[in-house]
């Protein structure tokens, strides 16, 4: 562990969406060889309202809140969250080591105005699904304003676009309708249905076209 000065930046624009990368030498954990950057997160998007950057481990609060709300285990799944230093498991072994072996995974977003972080979206590459998946999931508090949506659709453009995936998918449980409407509005269409191990039931597969 340890502390170094320094940063770079760059931004590129696409469509309507601002993607920003700034990236702060920051202290750090060895995990198998590998390198995690513990703080200073990297600012991937900015779209009109939103700005998307990736956890670290001072999102641990804000974590344990959202993956412990009723939607997010009813329709997500429990993800063993109990205390903070589960939190601060599952961003070390989820996004923050997806970041390090695949160049994306799921981002805080938060307000532009303000900052407040009000949910994650972002990119999956799961071992049992051929193609990378966008996923997101929002505090209560802060559905039915059109946040899903945008955070959605600037992950997917910044996906085809800066990350050159030719095709990304979506799985969502069949009765979250709130879900569904997001992925029919950013231009996913239902493509069939899948079994993926550790879901009770059949899940819906959404697909760019």
């Not at 060889?33 to 991937?44: D, S, Y």
């Not at 993800?79 to 996004?95: E, Q």
């Not at 080591?97 to 977003?109: E, N």
């Not at 699904?129 to 059109?146: I, M, P, Y």
Request: some cysteine; hydrophobic content about 40%.
């Amino acid at each position: 562990m340890g502390t170094a000065t320094g940063s770079t930046r760059h931004h590129v624009l696409y469509g309507q969406a601002l993607y920003t990368a700034k990236r702060f030498m920051m202290p750090q954990w060895n995990r198998g060889g590998r390198t995690i950057n513990l703080t200073g997160a990297m600012h991937v998007i900015q779209s009109k309202r939103l700005e998307l950057r990736e956890l670290d481990l001072h999102d641990a609060e804000f974590i344990f809140e959202l993956l412990n709300e009723a939607p997010f285990l009813r329709f997500i799944g429990d993800k063993g969250v109990r205390t903070l230093a589960d939190a601060r498991d599952y961003l070390l072994k989820g996004p923050m080591d997806s970041y390090l072996r695949r160049g994306f995974g799921l981002y805080l977003t938060g307000l532009r105005d303000g900052g407040t972080p009000i949910g994650i979206c972002g990119l999956v590459k799961r071992d049992v699904l051929e193609d990378v998946d966008v996923g997101f999931a929002l505090l209560s508090r802060h559905c039915s304003r059109g946040y899903a949506v945008e955070a959605a659709s600037a992950v997917l453009t910044y996906g085809m676009q800066a990350l050159r995936l030719r095709r990304i998918v979506a799985i969502t449980s069949p009765d979250n309708n709130a879900s569904i409407a997001v992925l029919d509005k950013i231009g996913l269409r239902f493509e069939r249905m899948v079994k993926l191990p550790g879901h009770g039931g059949e899940l819906k597969l959404f697909a760019t076209v």
